[in-house]
């Protein structure tokens, strides 16, 4: 590995994360919080729990921004295989498109990644702080992710809390305190964005829609010319298909149903 490669973007970011994980630990353990009261009382449970905890979230965390979040095979495919996918599954409406980057042909809900320079299945978004894509192969562990940070994150806020004694003098309170506070507000702030974060994606993960097409919809051509979300099937299937990958199928399958659905109930408003 060429030494430049240690000081790419990617593994600064995971490098940085992976710091102030334990760095926070390190400061929960040190102050006078609950941790350090039930190790005195010899009650390990609860402080190796939280440690166990923590690791999980690393590893989870580690696992979601390495690995391939569903990218685009970039081996053309032969012409036969291109031409039964188009006219088999495929409506005529929404033909197949060429991306002009990579040069490969879009599934449906592909989108090209311009940090990661591929295009990504059913693309949701590019997160900066797993500097990785979010597609159809890691988002649902991505949103397993942000579950147990925010367990993670909400059990240290109250050990943060449970440190800061207020009865000392201001002087005295701030030596002492200081670092667990800084850490109490750096919880907070983390612990509202994951909130943020978690629920977005679990009111998407319900309606079948990704991060970009939720924000784009009026540029996407498949979005556009549909007056509902041809990818929602109810709550249950939806849930189902995205965390169990069941019932299979391909997003143009279900598109084209959604569109006879579609027509049938013009047809009877008729």
């Given amino acids: 590995m060429a030494p430049w490669a ?3 973007p990617g593994v600064l970011v995971r490098t940085g994360h992976t710091v102030l994980t334990w760095g926070i630990t390190l400061v929960l353990f040190l102050h006078d919080t609950a941790l350090r009261q039930w190790e005195e009382q010899g009650e390990l449970f609860l402080p190796l729990t939280f440690l166990l905890l923590v690791l999980a979230s690393l590893l989870l965390y580690l696992a979601v921004s390495l690995m391939d979040p569903g990218y685009v095979n970039v081996q053309p495919q032969p012409q036969e295989e291109i031409k039964e996918e188009q006219t088999a599954m495929v409506p005529q409406a929404i033909p197949l498109r060429h991306c002009r980057h990579c040069l490969v042909l879009q599934p449906l809900r592909a989108r090209h990644c ?7 299945r059913r693309f949701d978004h590019h997160c900066p702080w797993m500097e990785n894509c979010v597609g159809e192969r890691n988002h649902p562990l991505f949103v397993a992710y942000l579950a147990l940070q925010l367990v ?18 201001w002087g005295l309170w ?15 702030l983390f612990s509202l964005a994951a909130s ?13 829609t990704t991060t970009w097409e939720f924000i784009s919809s009026h540029r996407i051509a498949y979005l ?17 298909h995205f965390f169990c990958g069941w ?15 579609e027509e049938e109930g013009r047809s009877q408003a008729v």
């Fill in 196 to 208: 943020l974060l978690l629920a977005s994606h679990l009111y998407l993960v319900a309606s079948n």
């Fill in 114 to 120: 311009r940090e990661c320079r591929r295009c990504v």
């Fill in 247 to 261: 019932p299979s199928g391909s997003w143009e399958t279900l598109w084209a149903e959604g569109e006879d659905e």
């Fill in 224 to 240: 556009r010319q549909r007056s509902s979300n041809p990818f929602d099937r109810g709550l249950t299937r939806n849930l189902t």
């Fill in 174 to 188: 701030l030596r002492s305190s200081g670092l667990l506070f800084a850490t109490f507000l750096l919880l907070s």
């Fill in 6 to 8: 240690l000081l790419s």
């Fill in 152 to 169: 993670v994150l909400l059990w240290g806020l109250y050990l943060a809390w449970s440190g800061l004694h207020f009865s000392q003098p």
